[in-house]
């Protein structure tokens, strides 16, 4: 059965909690604060221990986090988005197989400019997610926008598009 996590990280406890893709809670899990601002590193172990043990109990293979759009709200005003997607190319001869992700916050600072994940959180929850390095990834900020975001792009897989869809999708993008 595949499952989604959500995980509320607050100050004095994390609970993540694993439901069916139906809306059946399946699985909870339980620890110490997750909210990173009080102990960076404590917070982090926290989540990951939430994380592994989920996958522990009913599979990470079995996740469809890696395989549907999928939200996580982290506290003091964060977003995190993360998806496997496949896009054309702009030429419409290849497609790509994309694994993306974009943190977004609804926060400013007091000069009213966005705040932003530090690098050290983007490196621990992209691992988390399977993510290579970094410095493997496209990283785009971007600031001119409704709401700002800093989104991390991996190329997965290439494939070239047979003679019927490059006329296909040439036809859809004129």
Not at 20 to 37: P, Q, R
Not at 66 to 88: A, E, H, Q
Not at 117 to 143: R, W, Y
């Amino acid at each position: 059965m595949k499952y989604v996590v959500g995980i509320d990280c607050g100050g004095t406890k994390t609970i993540a909690q694993a439901y069916s893709l139906d809306g059946k809670l399946l699985e909870t899990f339980e620890t110490g604060f997750g909210n990173v601002t009080v102990d960076y590193q404590k917070g982090i172990n926290h989540i990951t221990e939430c994380i592994h043990n989920i996958y522990t109990i009913l599979g990470k293979e079995k996740c469809a986090g890696d395989r549907d759009n999928y939200r996580l709200f982290i506290p003091d005003g964060f977003k995190l988005v993360f998806s496997l997607t496949w896009t054309l190319s702009r030429d419409n001869k290849n497609k790509f197989l994309l694994r993306r992700m974009s943190f977004s916050s609804s926060r400013k600072d007091p000069n009213g400019d966005p705040r932003y994940p530090n690098i050290q959180a983007l490196t621990e929850i992209s691992k988390l997610l399977g993510f290579p390095s970094l410095e493997e990834c496209m990283v785009d900020i971007h600031e001119n926008v409704d709401i700002p975001n800093i989104e991390i792009v991996k190329v997965m897989e290439v494939q070239e598009l047979s003679q019927e869809e490059i006329e296909k999708f040439s036809y859809v993008n004129k």
